[in-house]
């Protein structure tokens, strides 16, 4: 393999790209925290539109 070569520029733009990085990751509520409470609220409201279904019909629908 050939030497690893990296110039103190290299060295400062990974470390400036991977602070982004992490302050992304840090900020709250971030994308990810917006897509797991939309699904929560998806499922809550299938839940209650289920309830009102006959019996026979919510196991079916509790299948899918």
Do not use: Y
């Amino acid at each position: 393999l050939p030497p690893l070569i990296i110039t103190q520029e290299d060295v400062q733009h990974f470390v400036k790209a991977f602070g982004q990085v992490v302050a992304d990751a840090h900020k709250f509520p971030g994308s990810a925290w917006e897509v797991v409470m939309t699904l929560a609220k998806n499922m809550r409201k299938t839940k209650e539109a289920t309830a009102t279904l006959p019996r026979s019909l919510q196991a079916a629908s509790s299948e899918i």
